[in-house]
């Protein structure tokens, strides 16, 4: 059941987000576009490990956590491991990764300006609500976690 909730979600949230906003509504935006070229194909290099990233991320809810990644059914257990030893939200950077992809492969300015408000979105989600419940929820160990692992970019060394 959690991983048929995960996968739900997934194509819910991140699917609605990611695929329909930026394909169905951005598009309509007018404004700077690039013409079509054989640079958009840098967007499958982008999407393929964005995508990639958020459901191996998704996977260690499943597995390691014990529960999903929804905000309304957390995990039981801190993920540490996998893409978490690197970073502490490589879920919300394949995210912004497969979005990195959209705009590359429709070359508009409204596209990377999505980027952004995603990037802001994100972060104030993560400081307001998911590290009070982490902190709340696990205390000393992700005190310790977060003085380990950066939040958005990777050191070069992984959490011991």
């Known amino acids: 059941?959690?991983?048929?909730?995960?996968?739900?979600?997934?194509?819910?949230?991140?699917?609605?987000?990611?695929?329909?906003?930026?394909?169905?509504?951005?598009?309509?935006?007018?404004?700077?576009?690039?013409?079509?070229?054989?640079?958009?194909?840098?967007?499958?290099?982008f999407w393929t490990v964005g995508i990639a990233v958020v459901i191996w991320c998704a996977a260690d809810f499943v597995r390691k956590g014990r529960s999903t990644p929804v905000p309304l059914d957390p995990p039981k257990e801190l993920v540490v491991s996998g893409l978490y030893h690197f970073v502490r939200n490589p879920m919300y950077v394949g995210a912004l990764l497969v979005q990195?992809?959209?705009?590359a492969w429709f070359g508009t300015l409204a596209q990377a300006v999505y980027w952004v408000f995603l990037f802001?979105?994100?972060?104030?989600?993560?400081?307001?609500?998911?590290?009070?419940?982490?902190r709340k929820t696990f205390g000393a160990r992700y005190e310790a976690y977060c003085q380990a692992v950066p939040r958005w970019m990777p050191r070069g060394k992984r959490l011991d």
């Open 100 to 103: 990195a992809g959209n705009i």
């Open 120 to 134: 802001i979105g994100f972060n104030l989600f993560i400081r307001a609500n998911e590290e009070p419940y982490l």
């Open 1 to 45: 059941m959690t991983a048929l909730k995960t996968i739900t979600f997934i194509l819910l949230v991140p699917g609605f987000l990611l695929g329909v906003v930026p394909v169905y509504a951005i598009p309509k935006i007018p404004g700077i576009a690039l013409p079509p070229g054989p640079w958009n194909w840098a967007a499958v290099p």
